[in-house]
């Protein structure tokens, strides 16, 4: 039941951003593996896949949220009892909430110096990590003044602004495509991801690609505030992050659109910016430059060469 609830939130967005999703997950299969009564091994091993498959399907590109399940899930087949594989998963998800609250904490701290007195820093979309910079920043006593983009069409910076407000920190709402035309009046920009690529390409809210695109040919700074476990590890066997599409009628109404044959909303939620664009990726770890990707997959997420090679055979074999 907290399963297809939770699941139903996420599609809907009503529970969104990337670090959230993969919490909220953790805490739908402890919540299941709790409520779970059966005392058979097989039962609740193939109800906790079941649950886990209905998590991941709901949203598809924030890797944080296969990252997430695949963390609490880990070890489920080699409990030898019930009780066991049940405390596993919770224990799991535990530590899974808990660290990452605990990373967007670091996180704060790391960006925040970077970030210098008297900066004006852009953001755009919703992100917990990247909003945790600028909120310690000025915690800390720098001055600094921030520009945050509308976000079509979630419009995600409503929720920015109204953090950044209540915060007290001075704020000029702008819609997506002013961007390059306060581009110069900015230090900064910092913003969050949903995934990051083996080659330090990060994937985030739609329009995040325009807006390092104007920062570079402006040379303004772009630094991306992701967790570790937003990167993600089987971009390294090449497989790609697959960029979600949400409905049409999310940018322009159902009746409208019906009077219009020959258009087609394309409504694609993500994009992907190359690593060229980003100065540094700041994570829980330390800050580093994007093209150090690699590192943090296998330092951090354990995926070392060994990992590569059985995914690859997976692959191969499926393709077969
Ligand atoms: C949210 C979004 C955020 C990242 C990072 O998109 O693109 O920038 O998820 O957020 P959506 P956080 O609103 O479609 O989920 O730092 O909070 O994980």
Redesign the pocket.
């Known amino acids: 039941m907290i399963v297809t609830e939770t699941a139903e939130k996420i599609k809907s967005?009503e529970i969104?951003?990337?670090?959230?999703?993969a919490r909220t997950a953790a805490e739908a299969l402890l919540a299941h593996a709790t409520g779970c009564v059966t005392n058979d091994l097989d039962t609740f091993r193939r109800e906790m896949k079941a649950a886990a498959q209905t998590l991941i399907a709901t949203?598809p590109t924030?890797v944080?949220l296969p990252n997430a399940v695949h963390l609490v899930m880990a070890g489920l087949d080699d409990a030898p009892t019930t009780g066991e594989a049940r405390e596993g998963v919770i224990e799991r998800a535990s530590r899974f909430v808990e660290s990452s609250r605990e990373a967007v904490g670091k996180i704060a701290r790391i960006g925040a110096r970077h970030i210098r007195d008297g900066d004006v820093i852009l953001t755009h979309?919703?992100?917990?990590?990247?909003l945790s910079c600028i909120i310690e920043a000025h915690r800390e006593g720098k001055n600094i003044e921030v520009f945050a983009t509308e976000v079509r069409p979630?419009n995600?910076g409503l929720v920015t602004i109204r953090t950044l407000n209540t915060a007290g920190i001075r704020t000029n709402f702008i819609v997506d495509s002013a961007v390059r035309s306060f581009i110069n009046d900015v230090d900064l920009v910092i913003?969050?991801?949903?995934a990051v690529t083996v080659n330090g390409a990060v994937v985030?809210?739609i329009g995040t690609s325009q807006v390092a695109h104007s920062a570079h040919e402006a040379r303004v700074n772009v630094l991306v505030?992701?967790e570790t476990y937003?990167f993600a590890p089987r971009t390294v066997i090449g497989e790609l992050i697959n960029i979600e599409e949400r409905p049409g009628s999310e940018v322009l109404p159902d009746e409208i659109a019906r009077t219009l044959s020959n258009v087609t909303v394309r409504n694609p939620?993500?994009d992907v910016t190359p690593a060229e664009y980003i100065d540094m990726i700041v994570t829980e770890e330390g800050a580093i430059p994007p093209q150090m990707a690699y590192v943090i997959i296998r330092e951090y997420l354990g995926w070392g060469i060994e990992e590569f090679h059985k995914a690859f055979e997976i692959n191969t074999r499926h393709e077969e």
């Not at 969104?16 to 999703?21: Q, V």
């Not at 979309?125 to 990247?130: I, K, L, T, Y």
């Not at 913003?191 to 949903?194: I, K, L, R």
């Open positions: 967005m969104r951003g990337a670090g959230r999703i949203r924030a944080s979309c919703n992100s917990e990590a990247a979630r995600q913003v969050g991801a949903d985030n809210k505030a992701a937003k939620a993500f």
